[in-house]
């Protein structure tokens, strides 16, 4: 008696117009089938989509440890006299994107196989493209003059830095090769040298594999 009388109020119900809730698949076809719907989520999809692409990863010289000259001399494109010697002084800073420790070099470099136009080179430029330049440089040439000082840093720091210098000119490189000044970072050792002086030995920091930024240019030499 019990069974007919709810199976009789199945019916009753159902008859009289009472509704179960609907479904998620329920409220997913309903939406589906609503075009206000099908617009606002395409527009939802597009919108994160262009936040992603605008959010993209930073520039190399925001991610990478970033060396610039603020000032320097002499300064790109001024000749200088291949007789006279080469009074260099560099206002450096260093901006690091990690913990780095060693040391600061501005130099004065000659490479008798380099040149001027076989390189991509810009002090005002600070990408991957330039550092290599000087990588590139700093593996095939040979020091005419240098300063150093000694450097720890980590991310965000900003180190402001002043090396001077006088460094002599190679006769060579009015016939065949190129003089380069470059700021760069390194790791130091001290050796002591037959006449029993001190000799800091710098071995630069490839660019690449640290993610530094060095930086550099050619200098003009004229007779």
């Given at each position: 008696?019990?069974?007919?009388?709810?199976?009789?109020?199945?019916?009753?119900?159902?008859?009289?117009?009472?509704?179960?809730?609907?479904?998620?698949?329920?409220?997913?076809?309903?939406?589906?089938?609503?075009?206000?719907?099908?617009?606002?989520?395409?527009?939802?999809?597009?919108?994160?989509?262009?936040?992603?692409?605008?959010?993209?990863?930073?520039?190399?010289?925001?991610?990478?440890?970033?060396?610039?000259?603020?000032?320097?001399?002499?300064?790109?494109?001024?000749?200088?006299?291949?007789?006279?010697?080469?009074?260099?002084?560099?206002?450096?800073?260093?901006?690091?994107?990690?913990?780095?420790?060693?040391?600061?070099?501005?130099?004065?470099?000659?490479?008798?196989?380099?040149?001027?136009?076989?390189?991509?080179?810009?002090?005002?430029?600070h990408n991957e493209e330039c550092a290599a330049s000087?990588?590139?440089?700093?593996?095939?040439?040979?020091?005419?003059?240098?300063?150093?000082?000694?450097?720890?840093?980590?991310?965000?720091?900003?180190?402001?830095?002043?090396?001077?210098?006088?460094?002599?000119?190679?006769?060579?490189?009015?016939?065949?090769?190129?003089?380069?000044?470059?700021?760069?970072?390194?790791?130091?050792?001290?050796?002591?040298?037959?006449?029993?002086?001190?000799?800091?030995?710098?071995?630069?920091?490839?660019?690449?594999?640290?993610?530094?930024?060095?930086?550099?240019?050619?200098?003009?030499?004229?007779?």
């Amino acid at each position: 008696m019990k069974r007919a009388q709810q199976r009789n109020g199945c019916r009753d119900a159902r008859a009289g117009g009472v509704e179960r809730a609907p479904t998620s698949e329920a409220k997913w076809a309903a939406r589906r089938q609503d075009p206000r719907g099908l617009r606002l989520i395409t527009v939802s999809l597009l919108g994160a989509l262009m936040l992603g692409s605008c959010l993209g990863e930073p520039e190399v010289d925001e991610r990478w440890t970033l060396l610039e000259m603020v000032s320097v001399s002499p300064q790109p494109n001024q000749a200088r006299s291949a007789s006279q010697p080469l009074n260099v002084s560099v206002g450096g800073r260093i901006t690091y994107r990690d913990i780095v420790t060693g040391f600061v070099v501005a130099e004065v470099r000659y490479s008798p196989t380099l040149t001027t136009y076989s390189l991509l080179l810009d002090k005002d430029e600070h990408n991957e493209e330039c550092a290599a330049s000087i990588d590139q440089i700093l593996a095939n040439s040979v020091t005419a003059g240098r300063a150093t000082r000694a450097i720890t840093g980590w991310d965000h720091l900003m180190q402001d830095v002043n090396l001077s210098f006088t460094a002599s000119v190679p006769p060579a490189v009015l016939t065949s090769g190129g003089l380069f000044l470059v700021l760069y970072l390194g790791s130091g050792d001290e050796i002591e040298l037959e006449n029993g002086e001190d000799s800091l030995v710098v071995t630069p920091f490839v660019s690449r594999q640290r993610e530094i930024l060095h930086t550099g240019f050619p200098i003009t030499i004229v007779p």
